[in-house]
């Protein structure tokens, strides 16, 4: 079921415990170009940690990770992010004393500016460049609804304020895939509606996703697809309404 | 001999001999002694606010706390004077700064090995090793006598600007950088008080100056009059020392008492006591400013072969204001913003595609080089090295004046460095005129003052004095 010429991502056999409990046991995953791919389970079952393996935060025990025709298993987060794939936190992850807009701006990949040697001797490059990335950054602001906050500090957010600024930032990386973990958990159901439309339209721009969540209506307004994990193993996948047929995954979730 | 201050300036002579009747404590000639000790207050300063902007960069920015940065001026201070004081065929004009340089160099390199070695560990090891680093550079120091010459001290290496005899178009050349400098430090501390006035309305700017002005005046007066009662009943010997003491400590939580009270009484009545005491203090500082920019103008403007202070100090303060400049260049920008994003959560900078590793080790040598050249100065002002020069106790300061002026902001940390120096000085004669202590006790005394008054600025304000207070209600 994995090995598609046309997958984005694909993930086989990753393997990862934590003393003695297999958080991934030889899970696969694959996301094809142009997708949004569910990965849904029950508590525990490892989806996190699964995000964490992809984007390399966590190293995994066994397994390789093929990220747009290359392995990226051993490389670092952040040249993972630098390649092209982002990840969102489960509990959101905003940098508190920065302002919303320094949030997006510093999501910005390829900036002169951050080369310090550049600050000092081509200030031209850097300001103008900057000028671009604030332009875009407004650009997307508006877009979810969050322009007017754009100068405050993103610790003032509100929990799903901070769930939508996460999503925005990563778009202001340019990825070719996002994972979103749990994009509408505590959030409320109009912005919920708000985030998934934003993500259909971002999606019929090109860029694909990787969605972790409980809400049952996200999963089958959004996904193609979906892989199913309980206790760390693929337990299934296929199109949402298969799944929600599926006898053994109906399990998993009551056996819970 | 007993020449006033007077003497020396002319024409501002009434003003200066009156400012001298209100320091009666000083068991030296103020006159002779007034504008050297001056000229130090200010080198000094620049030493600490570099030193400061060092570590400000590291853990006001980055968050990385480093307890042990003394090591980076050790480090910096003593390649830089051992290397100057090797014989080699190059006028000291170039070799001195390529000492400073090759010294810094050592300094950040110093930040990379710390660096390599914990960054990758978790946060609270950095703590632990940059202490014992700092240990150990003063140790490696103290018993590498061949190459340090150990507790014997290393002296008689060439100073910056020894035996330059300036001519008189140079002075003023010079009198001008200098007076340059300070008017751009003045021209911005107007600019950001010009922002705080705006919007508010002339009567209650007038008012809530008026009350700041009324209270922060009585306040001095009183803790004057007390420092004169106290210093005549030290003299006149018949109270014993428990007595003063008692009597200090009383006087002292009785004014502290009193003007808490008035503060809380006043202040809900002033919606704008914040803009006052801005107008008040940017007044007070330019009073100050310039009754001190008098003494090293006149100094800079006698500059002859013997004066090494005055070019120490010439040197001092543009060092700092080109770091300083070069500093604000980067902390606003791209990058300077990669620092505070590790501040706040490095998981969510490498989420971003950040190289965090990079950017510690980055921020680290950066902020280690800035030290290294503050060492350099340090090593000049004190003309003899000890390894006793630094202890611990320098790192910190180092902190105090951070904290003191608000993390991650390097304008506070100017001040902090300031207001450091200004409170050493003034206590060194206030406080032993004072307090019945003999000197080795009174140095241990100033230090816990220091101690206590920053647990009062963490009570009144946790931020620091020029933090923002939004910052400290922020949920992560
Ligand atoms: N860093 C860790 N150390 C130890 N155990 C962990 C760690 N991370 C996750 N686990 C364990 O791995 C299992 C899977 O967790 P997780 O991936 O968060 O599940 P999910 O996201 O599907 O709810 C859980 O039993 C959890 O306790
Ligand atoms: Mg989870």
């Known amino acids: ?256 | 001999m007993n020449r006033t201050v007077g003497d020396r300036l002319g024409n501002s002579e009434p003003a200066i001999t009156a400012i001298a009747k209100l320091f009666p404590f000083h068991n030296l000639p103020f006159a002779t002694c007034m504008e050297g000790y001056i000229v130090s207050l200010i080198i000094f300063t620049a030493i600490f606010a570099l030193f400061g902007l060092g570590l400000n960069l590291q853990w006001g920015y980055t968050g990385l706390i480093n307890f042990g940065h003394v090591a980076f001026m050790a480090v910096g201070g003593y390649v830089t004077v051992l290397l100057s004081d090797l014989d080699v065929p190059i006028p000291l004009l170039i070799w001195i700064p390529f000492c400073v340089l090759v010294g810094s160099l050592f300094a950040a390199l110093l930040g990379l090995l710390i660096g390599l070695s914990t960054v990758r560990l978790r946060e609270d090891y950095l703590a632990i090793v940059t202490i014992g680093v700092s240990e150990m550079v003063r140790l490696v120091a103290l018993n590498e006598e061949w190459l340090t010459r150990g507790a014997f001290g290393v002296q008689g290496f060439p100073l910056p600007l020894q035996g330059f005899a300036p001519t008189l178009l140079t002075r003023i050349g010079m009198l001008a950088i200098f007076t340059g400098v300070i008017a751009i430090g003045y021209w911005q501390l107007w600019k950001w008080l010009r922002q705080r006035i705006k919007g508010v309305s002339r009567q209650s700017l007038i008012n809530s100056s008026l009350a700041v002005a009324g209270y922060l005046g009585s306040l001095g007066l009183l803790l004057y009059g007390t420092v004169i009662i106290a210093r005549q009943l030290k003299l006149a010997e018949d109270l014993s020392p428990w007595l003063l003491g008692l009597f200090l400590l009383g006087a002292l939580v009785g004014i502290i008492a009193l003007y808490t009270w008035l503060a809380q009484q006043t202040i809900p009545r002033l919606p704008d006591w914040f803009v006052g005491l801005s107008l008040v203090s940017c007044l007070l500082s330019l009073a100050v400013g310039l009754w001190i920019y008098q003494f090293a103008a006149h100094a800079i403007y006698t500059y002859s072969r013997t004066s090494i202070k005055t070019g120490l100090m010439f040197i001092s303060v543009l060092v700092v204001a080109v770091i300083f400049w070069g500093l604000q260049k980067l902390v606003r920008s791209p990058w300077g913003r990669v620092l505070k994003a590790i501040r706040e959560d490095e998981e969510v900078a490498k989420a971003l595609g950040k190289n965090v590793f990079w950017y510690k080790l980055q921020a680290l040598m950066l902020g280690g080089l800035v030290a290294g050249v503050a060492g350099a100065l340090y090593a000049w002002q004190l003309t003899t090295v000890y390894p006793d020069n630094f202890q611990p106790l320098v790192t910190f300061n180092a902190w105090t004046i951070v904290v003191l002026g608000g993390a991650g902001n390097n304008v506070g940390t100017l001040l902090g460095a300031a207001i450091f120096w200004a409170y050493q000085t003034s206590t060194r004669f206030i406080l032993a005129d004072v307090v019945p202590l003999d000197d080795a006790r009174l140095g241990a005394f100033r230090v816990m003052i220091i101690g206590l008054l920053l647990m009062v600025l963490m009570v009144w304000r946790p931020q620091g004095i020029l933090g923002k207070k939004e910052e400290l209600t922020l949920g992560r």
């Open chain 1, 1 to 256: 079921m994995v090995d598609n010429a046309n997958a984005l991502l694909s993930a086989k056999n990753l393997y990862k415990s934590f003393g003695g409990i297999k958080a991934v046991d030889n899970a696969s995953i694959e996301v094809p170009q142009g997708s949004i791919t569910g990965l849904i389970g029950p508590n525990g079952a490892g989806k996190t940690t699964l995000f964490n393996l992809l984007s390399s935060f966590i190293r995994p025990d066994s397994g390789e990770v093929i990220f747009d025709g290359e392995p990226i298993q051993q490389l670092q987060p952040h040249q993972i992010a630098q390649q092209g794939m982002v990840r969102t936190f489960q509990v959101a992850r905003v940098l508190s004393r920065l302002s919303v807009m320094e949030n997006m701006l510093l999501a910005t990949q390829h900036q002169s500016g951050e080369n310090f040697w550049n600050v000092w001797l081509r200030p031209g490059q850097v300001i103008k460049e900057e000028r671009s990335q604030r332009e875009y950054a407004s650009e997307i602001l508006e877009s979810v609804g969050l322009s007017h906050m754009a100068q405050e500090y993103a610790g003032a957010l509100s929990g799903g304020q901070r769930k939508l600024l996460e999503i925005a930032r990563a778009l202001m990386v340019r990825p070719k895939l996002i994972l979103l973990d749990e994009p509408a958990a505590g959030v409320n159901p109009t912005l919920i509606n708000k985030i998934c439309e934003h993500i259909v339209q971002w999606n019929r721009e090109g860029l694909s996703f990787l969605v972790i969540e409980h809400n049952m209506d996200v999963i089958m307004s959004l996904c193609d697809r979906v892989w199913v994990l309980a206790e760390g193993r693929n337990l299934a996948s296929g199109t949402p309404a298969e799944m929600q047929k599926n006898t053994q995954v109906l399990e998993a979730y009551l056996g819970q």
